[in-house]
């Protein structure tokens, strides 16, 4: 089994949000955080169905620099390519019944990243009852501190704290 921990940025909260980033780090019961991915994408060119929300913009102007900086990452590429991307990673080594994808939230990065799949016309690289949810994972274990890895917002960074914190609850994993 593997599990995903995946963070998002976007520029809306709603399930169709286009997305800036996607990050994610694979673990495991052995409690080993491994496999990086990250992949900033060109908003400029999404194609039509995914929502931009003013507010959305407006907060990302109050973020920090570096978080900012996924606006103009050189090495951002399409929806499209960043969804094949990610999928290529997800399954390398792997089934796609053997995946759980852990997201900040059930609302949240799972699902939106599954709409994106879905609004681009590709299969989404999980199966939908191996989605787990890491936010209430957070509030069941109050009493596990949680620790800051890099930068705030930077989709990468946030999974990998995400995913750190979630093995220090030592929660069972499958």
Known sequence: MTHIMVDLETL???CNAAILA???????????????????VLTAVMPGGFHVSSDTLSWWTKQSEEARGVFTDPNACTIDDALVSFANWA????????????GNGAAFDNAILSTAYDICG????????????????????RDVDFV??????????DAESQAEHLL???ITLE
């Open 22 to 40: 996607i990050g994610a780090v694979k673990f495991d019961a052995e409690r080993r955080v491994y496999n990086k991915f990250y992949q900033a």
């Open 12 to 14: 809306s909260t709603k």
């Open 122 to 141: 590709w299969p989404q690289p999980w199966m939908f009852w191996n989605d787990r949810c890491y936010r209430t994972m957070k509030a069941q274990h």
């Open 148 to 157: 800051r890895l890099g930068t705030f917002h930077n989709a990468l960074h």
């Open 168 to 170: 220090a609850m030592e």
């Open 91 to 102: 399954l390398l080594n792997d089934d796609i019944k053997n995946l759980y994808m852990w």
